[in-house]
T-cell receptor
Framework: DAMVIQNPRYQVTQFGKPVTLSCSQTLNHNVMYWYQQKSSQAPKLLFHYYDKDFNNEADTPDNFQSRRPNTSFCFLDIRSPGLGDAAMYLC???????????????FGPGTRLTVL | RKEVEQDPGPFNVPEGATVAFNCTYSNSASQSFFWYRQDCRKEPKLLMSVYSSGNEDGRFTAQLNRASQYISLLIRDSKLSDSATYLCVVDGGFQKLVFGTGTRLLVSP
């Protein structure tokens, strides 16, 4: 059974047209992450939530926003997609590590975004 | 210097071969280390965690050298199904992981 679910799996949008990607999890993990991954590149962390605490990466553009209404769901909003935002968007979850470390992350299947 | 560095490959090996990947990391305070596998156009999946004492899971062996900040993955008796990109992943602190760009492995008949 899928533990981290992402919808839609494929999203096509027009330049500048807002889009929302969703992620849900059945693992009851406290921490949820959004990554952007382009071809032949490492996943790039955009932001993460530790419970309701939002942590934005310094280089994440303002065009990217996120919401986490409850433990199970997290959304990625791209306010005005540009051609450079075409990528795979990956959601991941984790249990929190004591101290300042990081534990295993479990990924959803991703949403592949195409911008026309 | 990148936080996690890997040889991008590709490593082309025949079935049955033994192949080793290396990875170096820059943050000496990192506490957790992992190898993830990623198939083309799929999500990363945990292959194994890496422990200081070294650990083995079937045909896969991972080693960690904290003094040299170096992690390795050894795959024995390669199968066609092992063809994938192998991501070296290191704890970046504050609940975050840092991913290498991956090493591509191609196993041929």
């Amino acid at each position: 059974d899928a533990m981290v679910i992402q919808n839609p799996r494929y999203q096509v949008t027009q330049f500048g047209k807002p889009v929302t990607l969703s992620c849900s999890q059945t693992l009851n993990h406290n921490v949820m992450y959004w990554y952007q991954q382009k071809s032949s590149q490492a996943p790039k962390l955009l932001f993460h939530y530790y419970d309701k605490d939002f942590n934005n990466e310094a280089d994440t553009p303002d065009n990217f926003q996120s919401r986490r209404p409850n433990t199970s769901f997290c959304f990625l909003d791209i306010r005005s997609p540009g051609l450079g935002d075409a990528a795979m968007y990956l959601c991941a979850t984790s249990t929190p590590m004591t101290g300042t470390g990081a534990d295993t992350q479990y990924f959803g299947p991703g949403t592949r975004l195409t911008v026309l | 210097r990148k936080e996690v560095e890997q040889d991008p490959g590709p490593f082309n090996v025949p079935e049955g071969a033994t192949v080793a990947f290396n990875c170096t990391y820059s943050n000496s305070a990192s506490q957790s280390f992992f190898w993830y596998r990623q198939d083309c156009r799929k999500e990363p999946k945990l292959l194994m965690s890496v422990y200081s004492s070294g650990n083995e899971d079937g045909r896969f062996t991972a080693q960690l050298n904290r003094a040299s900040q170096y992690i390795s993955l050894l795959i024995r008796d390669s199968k066609l199904s092992d063809s994938a990109t192998y991501l070296c992943v290191v704890d970046g602190g504050f609940q975050k992981l840092v991913f290498g760009t991956g090493t591509r492995l191609l196993v041929s008949p």
